[in-house]
């Protein structure tokens, strides 16, 4: 039978705020004791929680600017006594059990990822106390318990109302959700040293890079019905908009919902105008900004009708009734996520149970920060991650023609959807809309063909229109080519060993070309 142990004392000193007055108002009311420190005890006090510093326990301030609170013998003797076998040794030295730890630890995760934070500031947010308090109670989980995450504040105090205490299964749970959080901490810390190094030397890769994921659910299956999966959510990254997101409504995301509406929302959600991203297999399929999110869907769906059918589409407004009613009157689709739906979106969803609705999780960390993964047998690459975004400032017109306004705008919208394209990657639009696009093609050629093949198949006409590619063009024929179909001004990156061939080609064309010298490369 669980052994339930009572809880008589709880040490509360906790990072994170949110909930811990109500948790400690709770655990008083179940007539448990509360010892806390600095800002946590001034805060309960405040709020009229009956509690005792520290220091009345240990006999010494707390010192150090408050790096030195808890460590001391009156302190983790209280949390390491074993139940029956140190009580003598404790009472000897006056020493009082410690039942509960509830702690969470400094913010040294979110302080180390922010653009410019100070060394010496991101140093102070590295925890001693705290981590030596949570591994003390969970190392005794025999006969304490610790709580870590105030996700179980609520669990915890139902346990305590009830049982007067927490039994053996439910201190073991919180026992090794307190190690792997301590574990995450200490990974993050030394990854930040590694690559901090000293004397102010960056680095910008870590020696020993050890990332922590922490499951969030099992898959029905993965990108196959015969593969295993599961969703993980990286361990202290602010970010996550599609893995951090609400379901809404519809039946469980699968494997290939989850990534296609992750690189929907990345393209989305760089655009600042009101902007419609419908993606298959990973790849836009059609991409527009507009006035409205209606308009802006419509000229996306244009694109490429056929592909459409199936897809997961992004917006990056809140979503109106009359877009989705739209929506669903032109396909079908598995996934819509968007920032937030109004409330007659729901009532139009209600009738098709199986589409999904997302509202993406709010973002608040700079994108920037973030880096790529990509599993190799036996081994990793890690790279900084390329996102989406209009013309650099240094374009160069590489042509005896520069693009007008018009086309330089389209030439923006265009260099800013094909870098979100599978490689070899081309992007034909005009006026803010995609009207073909050719992806993931082993020939640069090729990509152009498809693109106007595809644009061909929507009855979209190219005349006037502007193309972008992700990498230089090794030969003119792409430029013929692009000519053929009635393109009129081209971005690309240039570099290649024949590109006076290609602004030749483009010149005899009457084409404007311009060259950005950055690649986008995306396999």
């Not at 504040?153 to 090794?176: F, H, K, S």
């Amino acid at each position: 039978m669980s052994t339930v142990r009572p809880i008589r004392r709880a040490l509360v000193s906790v990072s994170d705020k949110t909930g811990v007055v109500d948790f400690a108002r709770g655990l008083v009311g179940c007539g448990v004791e509360i010892v806390s420190t600095g800002g946590t005890a001034r805060l309960l006090a405040q709020a009229g929680v009956a509690v005792r510093k520290i220091s009345e326990l240990t006999g010494v301030p707390e010192m150090l600017d408050g790096r030195v609170k808890t460590l001391h013998p009156a302190i983790h003797g209280g949390i390491l006594a074993r139940r029956g076998r140190d009580d003598a040794e404790l009472a000897a030295q006056g020493i009082a059990p410690i039942d509960l730890v509830v702690a969470s630890l400094y913010p040294f995760e979110a302080t180390a990822a922010r653009a410019g934070a100070d060394r010496d500031d991101i140093i102070e947010m590295i925890d001693i106390g705290g981590p030596t308090m949570i591994r003390a109670a969970a190392k005794n989980a025999a006969d304490v318990a610790v709580v870590s995450d105030r996700e179980d504040y609520a669990a915890v105090l139902t346990a305590i109302e009830r049982e007067g205490g927490l039994e053996e299964g439910e201190r073991r749970r919180l026992a090794v959700r307190a190690f792997r959080r301590t574990a995450d901490y200490d990974a993050a810390i030394a990854a930040w040293m590694d690559g901090a190094g000293h004397n102010g030397r960056q680095e910008a890769f870590p020696r020993r890079f050890a990332p922590v994921f922490e499951r969030r659910e099992v898959l029905r299956y993965g990108e196959n019905p015969h593969q295993r999966a599961a969703l993980y959510a990286e361990s202290g990254h602010a970010g996550g908009a599609v893995v951090n997101a609400r379901q809404l409504q519809g039946k469980p995301l699968s494997f290939n919902n989850l990534a296609d509406a992750d690189a929907a929302w990345s393209l989305a959600a760089s655009f600042e105008a009101p902007a419609c991203v419908i993606v298959k297999h990973l790849n836009p399929c059609g991409v527009a900004i507009a006035d409205r999110l209606e308009a802006a869907y419509e000229r996306a769906f244009a694109c490429d009708p056929g592909s459409a059918f199936g897809g997961i589409i992004a917006f990056n407004r809140a979503l109106d009734g009359a877009c989705l009613e739209r929506v669903l009157a032109n396909q079908f689709v598995e996934v819509v996520i968007a920032p937030s739906f109004e409330s007659a979106v729901t009532g139009l969803a209600a009738a098709k149970p199986n589409l999904r609705l997302l509202a993406a999780a709010e973002v608040t960390a700079e994108r920037s920060n973030r880096w790529d993964f990509r599993r190799l047998d036996g081994g990793l690459l890690v790279q900084d991650a390329d996102v989406p975004g209009g013309l650099p400032d240094d374009c160069e017109v590489a042509g005896a023609r520069a693009p007008d306004g018009a086309e330089r705008d389209a030439l923006d919208f265009a260099w800013h959807v094909v870098q979100a394209v599978r490689s070899n990657a081309i992007v034909i639009a005009r006026d803010g809309a995609t009207l073909g696009i050719g992806a993931g093609q082993m020939s640069r050629v090729d990509a152009v063909r498809l693109a106007g093949l595809k644009a061909e198949r929507a009855g979209l006409a190219l005349a006037g229109s502007v193309l972008a590619s992700d990498a230089f063009f090794p030969f003119r024929d792409n430029i013929d080519e692009a000519a053929r179909l009635g393109v009129r001004a081209i971005v690309q990156p240039g570099g290649s060993r024949r590109d006076a061939e290609v602004i030749e080609a483009a010149n005899e064309h009457g084409m404007a070309m311009i060259m950005t010298h950055v690649r986008h490369f995306r396999h």
